[in-house]
């Protein structure tokens, strides 16, 4: 029987007194195997990574910053969002994407140091979860992971410095009165 699955077969007309009964079964594969994307991923690559090498010898600072092909990868990933409106891609290559910028950011000298790789990271999750929320799915966790990174990895940016000991005293005060609330909570 499994030979037979992927060849498309249609069945018989049976007649039963002047009424015709017609069974049909049928392997399509409307719109591409299953499964497969639409997109020719190696193609998309080449495209990105050539870019980036192209843009790498028009803007020198380039040359510096940590692999293209890394980020090639996350814009690659993007591309396919946008197509294929894939929920994996987008976590891959918004996740990918935010990985890569610092270096950019660095070698162009527009901020480096601490915090800015968990600034892009923040900024990753905000995005994600607009889109979750355009499409109706609800801003979800994303967007408190967005945030909370988005804050500390700002913080870190602007003021040097700042998460060595600030942030640490606001969690240890944000589980203080969690805990405090919990053992109000029992003594009613």
């Known amino acids: 029987m499994s030979d037979q ?6 069945g018989d007309v049976v007649g039963d ?8 079964w049928e392997w399509s594969d409307v719109g591409g195997p299953r499964g497969r994307s639409r997109l020719p991923w190696f193609g998309i690559f080449l495209v990105v990574f050539g870019g980036l090498l192209l843009a790498e010898r028009i803007w ?5 910053a940590g692999s293209l092909v890394f980020l090639a990868v996350g814009l690659a990933f993007l591309a396919s969002w946008l197509v294929n409106h894939g929920v994996a891609s987008l976590y891959l290559g918004g996740i990918l994407t935010a990985l890569a910028v610092p270096d950019l950011l660095a070698a162009a000298n527009i901020v480096k140091g601490d915090g800015v790789g968990t ?6 999750f905000l995005l994600i979860s607009a889109v979750r929320a355009g499409s ?18 700002a913080s870190t940016v602007a003021v040097p410095g700042f998460g060595d000991l600030v942030w640490p005293v606001l969690l240890v005060a944000f589980g203080l009165l969690l805990l405090l609330r919990a053992a109000r909570g029992r003594n009613r």
């Open 5 to 10: 699955r992927d060849k498309a077969t249609t």
């Open 17 to 24: 007194g002047g009424v015709v009964h017609a069974y049909g």
């Open 60 to 64: 020198p600072p380039l040359s510096s």
């Open 119 to 124: 600034l892009c990271l923040g900024v990753a």
């Open 136 to 153: 109706r799915g609800g801003w979800g966790w994303q967007a408190g992971l967005g945030a909370i990174l988005f804050v500390i990895g």
